[in-house]
Every structure is written in structure tokens, then in C-alpha cells.
């Protein structure tokens, strides 16, 4: 049902080729801003533009962590925007309908995935952070982290929902027009989402083993929201998981260095670490949605096909009325 829904409005394969291409160009518009003022930066140091062609990761690490931060986010915003104006306008689609088969958003189912992952990896951190306070450290600074409290719980959100939009929203129900089936959009959406992190600095630390993690992730995030005819589910889980990482703990070799609770000084390494998650964890997430839920019929919501709705029966003839 919620991507055959996106029959009833224009639905060309062009429009949905054409838009990625455009809402991925409006997004890397979006990190200009940041690239400007790391150079500036960098200039007013005393230092050589070329020195990012030797290190293109310097461009995160040469402002103020919170500035990097909202700057980074800033972008997803504006790919946001861009991704909802496309809809809107190219294919007459409006807001609900993108983002769930229910006649109107369910922010309950929000606000229980994101209370899912959010209290989840809170509880995790703190065991692990009592277990092992050896690999951590407390650089709780109140006014940095005030600062970036309010950055995080305003943008985040939106860097997490152009994500979703994108991948379980947008492409999941293009894709799943187009092959007239469910399993193929799934499986592409969640190889891409995971390979756009290929070259995050986590990816370069860990190794590629790292990206059955993030590819895993995107299967689960899709899973959630064909089972649940919707996104709300997804948009919620990945939202809390992000912001309380971004909050509670940061390390040198992550994406996001912020001024968070915890920073993690240990050595990472990337194994059953990586797999655990993805095999035990990620299912437990499933089966309590399943249960709260309700779902059913796993096979054909994941794996059934993609049918345009019947057309409508022309009008009896009028002899045939009054006969």
C-alpha cells in the first residue's frame, strides 16, 4: 500500500530519475557554506588552500567543533527542502502520502522509535562507560554543550528525515514502481544509503567491514517501513539514534565530532562488534514493533509485487440505466 500509493500522482521514471539526480546536486550545493568558511579559515591561519588536496578531511576538523557541526547539518536541511519542493511540484505528491499510507502522519509511532533507539544506546553507553571508564573521558563543558544541544535537536532531525525521505520515502517507492515489486527497492535503497557512508572517517578507522553496519541499518529502516505501511517508525528510530550519539559521546575517528558528554579514547576495531548489532540487536528492534504493532504478512508487504490500482469501470450505457 505505501508505495503503491504513489501511482495516484505523476509517477514518470524520469521524474524519479531526474530528481535524484537534482536533490543530490541541491544537497552538495548545501555544503558550500562549509567548504567557504573552512577555507577562510584555513587562510587566515597563515595556511595554502592546496593543503586540502593532501588532507580533504582537514575541511572538518579547521573550525569550531559546534560551527562544524551545524554547518555539516545545514546542508542535509537543504537537501530537504529541495527533496520536498521536487514532490510537491514535479510530481503533484503531497507530504502525507510520501511519508505514510494513514490518512494522516501517526507521531505516536515517531515517538516510539525514537524512544526505542534513544533509551537503548543511552543504556548501552553508560553500562559500557561503567564497565570500561578507562576508554572514556568526561569533557562535559556546559555552555558548548548547551550550544550544541540546540544545534542538534533543531537540524538533526532534519539531517535524519532528508535521509529517510530520500531513501525509505522517495527512492523506496520510485524503485518499487518501477520493478513492480518490493524486495528490489529494499535491497537497493539500503545498499546505497550504506554506501554513501564509504567515506566517512569511520569507514578509513575500521575498515570496510564496518559497512555491513551501516548497509544493515538501511535494510532495517526499510524493513520498518514496509511492514508498517510508513515511515514514521523509521523517521523516529533514526532521528533518536543519531541525536543521543551526537550528544552523549564522541571520539577523534567519527563523523561527527561534537562537544558531547563522553569522548571515547579507546582503540576501535571492527568485528563481531560490527555483526552483533546487525544479527541480534537490529531483530529485537523488529520483533518488539512487530508485536506493538501488529504486523503481519511479512512476505508479501517485504517480498509481494507492485500493482497499479485497477482502473475504474466506465459508466453503464444510458440504455442499460433505464432498461
Not at 568485528?271 to 518488539?288: E, K, M, N, R, W
Not at 500493482?307 to 459508466?315: I, K, S, T, Y
Request: hydrophobic share 50%.
Amino acid at each position: 500500500m505505501y508505495i503503491r500509493q504513489a501511482y495516484n500522482y505523476l509517477h514518470d521514471a524520469w521524474r524519479y530519475i531526474i530528481g535524484f539526480i537534482v536533490i543530490f546536486i541541491v544537497w552538495q550545493l548545501g555544503s558550500i557554506p562549509l567548504l567557504i568558511a573552512a577555507i577562510m579559515k584555513i587562510v587566515s591561519d597563515g595556511g595554502s588552500i592546496s593543503m586540502l588536496d593532501d588532507d580533504p578531511n582537514m575541511i572538518m576538523s579547521v573550525l569550531d567543533s559546534n560551527l562544524t557541526v551545524f554547518l555539516m547539518l545545514l546542508s542535509f536541511a537543504i537537501g530537504l527542502v529541495g527533496l520536498l519542493l521536487w514532490v510537491k511540484y514535479v510530481h503533484k505528491q503531497p507530504f502525507v502520502p510520501l511519508t505514510t499510507s494513514r490518512k494522516k502522519v501517526d507521531w505516536g509511532r515517531f515517538w516510539f522509535g525514537f524512544g526505542l533507539i534513544a533509551i537503548t544506546t543511552a543504556g548501552m553507553t553508560v553500562l559500557d562507560y561503567y564497565n570500561s571508564p578507562e576508554d572514556y573521558v568526561v569533557q562535559f563543558d556546559a555552555v558548548p554543550f548547551l550550544i550544541l544541544a540546540v544545534i542538534a535537536i533543531i537540524f538533526i532531525p532534519l539531517q535524519t528525515s532528508f535521509e529517510e525521505y530520500l531513501f525509505r520515502g522517495y527512492l523506496l517507492q520510485g524503485i518499487g514502481l518501477m520493478a513492480k515489486n518490493k524486495w528490489f527497492p529494499l535491497i537497493t535503497t539500503s545498499v546505497v544509503f550504506g554506501s554513501l557512508h564509504f567515506f566517512n572517517p569511520e569507514v578509513e578507522k575500521l575498515g570496510p567491514v564496518i559497512m555491513v553496519y551501516y548497509i544493515g541499518t538501511g535494510l532495517l529502516l526499510g524493513i520498518m517501513t514496509l511492514m508498517d505501511e510508513g515511515m514514521e517508525l523509521a523517521l523516529g528510530f533514526h532521528a533518536g539514534n543519531n541525536l543521543v550519539a551526537a550528544l552523549l559521546v564522541t571520539a577523534d575517528w567519527t563523523a561527527f565530532q561534537t562537544n558531547s558528554v563522553l569522548k571515547d579514547i579507546s582503540e576501535p576495531s571492527a568485528g563481531i562488534d560490527v555483526i552483533i548489532p546487525v544479527l541480534v540487536v537490529y531483530p529485537i528492534f523488529l520483533a518488539i514493533m512487530a508485536w506493538k504493532y501488529k504486523w503481519t504478512n511479512w512476505g508479501d508487504k517485504l517480498f509481494g509485487k507492485v500493482q497499479p490500482p485497477p482502473e475504474p469501470e466506465p459508466d453503464a450505457p444510458i440504455e442499460n440505466l433505464i432498461s
